[in-house]
């Protein structure tokens, strides 16, 4: 297995062997999750089944029962048992002796109570919602494995949530261990797998080696540790963002495979402290990137080697004229470096990231110069 840190790909050191055989101790391999719809549609089938083998044994058990017995042929003992287990009564054969009697009175209490289990079950089946359930488990499939450069997103609690909210542009895959929340999140319109991210039929099942990211929300480090090891293991190219909870569980994560660390409580201290010094730039930064009555967005667009831009610069570009409006804010330039406010001289090059300022109309004209 290898690992990304830093944009550089490197051998497994014997930290993380040992990290990761630690967690692995803490997590054992369990037993493979069966599929929600074969699920149900296993235990229906097998209840049913179960209920008609019991009804063909007393059918069975009750001929020869009357054969023996009785020394009937096997015709009158075979319309006797159907008739006593369809209580329509048998006023033209009645048992003579009390051992026959007895053997009537057993057929019809079992027929009465496993005809009542499996008339139960058949119902549930139907009129209980569990068909409605297979099929929509089998669209479920059906479209897991359509996705494509989507967004796997692990953990669907507060965090999750407003992750998820905010990429309305993308389709997104979550996956929860609680069913109570995995039901939230399906009724948010969200593909969903309920099981655990730490098992890797979980995460093939979510399309791990087709996503582009995966945003890991869960609260628990340990858990995002090995799942950042596994998505890591499964899809070396994929992009992974991770929730740690304290700072020194940030470069746990990092070593574990993830690209990128946030910390909430980190982050939500920050901002607190910035409305005090800087309350009308924070405001409007918000109004920017979250506003929806304000026209102004930021966008990220990559040059791409047939871009009309690559090899210009910022003035031969003309982008504000051009886009109709649209500003270059910074640059990220494709060996990493960040280049805020950049001179009108600078050579835009195949793999920058333009980060611009404008309207909607304004970045869709930039989206068709980086012909993305």
């Not at 990761?20 to 296993?42: E, G, I, Q, V």
């Not at 139907?126 to 499939?141: D, Q």
């Not at 500003?327 to 470096?337: C, F, N, Q, S, V």
């Amino acid at each position: 297995m290898t690992l990304f840190f830093k944009g550089k790909k490197t051998k497994k050191t014997a930290l993380m062997h040992n990290l990761t055989a630690y967690l692995k101790k803490l997590y054992p391999k369990r037993r493979t999750l069966r599929n929600s719809a074969d699920t149900a549609l296993y235990k229906s089938i097998r209840n049913v089944a179960l209920a008609s083998l019991i009804l063909s044994a007393i059918l069975v058990g009750g001929t020869l029962g009357f054969v023996l017995i009785e020394d009937w042929s096997i015709l009158d003992s075979l319309w006797m048992t159907v008739i006593t287990m369809s209580t329509v009564g048998f006023g033209d054969v009645v048992p003579p002796d009390s051992i026959g009697r007895i053997l009537t009175i057993a057929i019809i209490i079992s027929t009465i109570l496993v005809g009542g289990y499996a008339v139960g079950n058949i119902g549930a089946f139907f009129l209980g919602g569990e068909v409605i359930n297979i099929l929509r488990g089998r669209k479920l499939e059906r479209d897991l494995d359509r996705c494509k450069d989507h967004v796997i997103l692990v953990g669907y609690g507060r965090v999750g949530r407003e992750a998820a909210s905010e990429l309305t542009t993308d389709e997104i895959v979550v996956i929860e261990r609680d069913p109570d929340i995995i039901e939230e999140a399906a009724d948010a319109g969200f593909l969903t797998i309920n099981g655990d991210a730490t098992h890797d039929n979980i995460m093939e099942q979510a399309g791990i080696r087709r996503a582009r990211a995966i945003m890991i929300a869960t609260g628990h480090i340990a858990d995002n540790v090995l799942i950042s090891l596994t998505a890591r293991e499964l899809n070396p190219d994929i992009f992974i963002s991770a929730r740690g909870n304290e700072p020194s569980s940030e470069s746990k994560l990092k070593r574990a495979g993830a690209d990128k660390v946030v910390l909430p409580h980190q982050i939500g201290g920050r901002r607190m402290a910035a409305f005090l010094k800087y309350p009308t730039v924070v405001t409007f930064l918000d109004l920017v990137m979250q506003s929806d009555d304000l026209s102004l967005r930021l966008q990220e667009f990559k040059v791409s080697d047939t871009c009309c831009l690559n090899s210009k610069t910022l003035s031969e570009s003309d982008i504000r004229k051009e886009t109709g409006g649209a500003l270059i804010m910074a640059i990220k330039r494709h060996t990493g470096e960040m280049i805020v406010a950049p001179e009108s001289d600078y050579s835009i090059e195949a793999g920058d990231l333009l980060i611009a300022l404008g309207t909607d109309v304004a970045l869709e004209n930039v989206c068709k110069l980086t012909n993305q």
